[in-house]
């Protein structure tokens, strides 16, 4: 059993990485990607705390997610803690 479960873990990081992968190529700019990998890295975060932790200004990170919304890798949820979309 525990061979079976480690064979399908081991397959979804794969499935999930390439997806990650491949959403990073069709983004523009830079801090697009630096906001969707911080996400991934550590999602759940609000608004503050991620351009806290990435020292981008309010501007640039709204930018960001408006764009990654839209291009529905991100959403927010009833708590205002944004979530990458698998």
């Known amino acids: 059993m525990e061979e079976l479960v480690s064979d399908l873990a081991s397959g ?23 906001v969707y990998i911080y996400l991934v890295l550590a999602e759940p975060q609000s608004f503050s705390t991620a351009r806290r932790s990435l020292g981008i200004g309010k501007a640039t990170l709204s ?19 944004y979530w990458v979309k698998e």
């Open 12 to 34: 979804l990081r794969r499935r999930l990485y390439r997806v990650h992968v491949n959403r990073l190529r069709g983004l523009g700019a830079p801090s697009e990607k630096l």
């Open 63 to 81: 930018r960001a997610l408006v764009k990654l919304r839209g291009l529905e890798y991100v959403e927010l949820d009833d708590f205002y803690l």
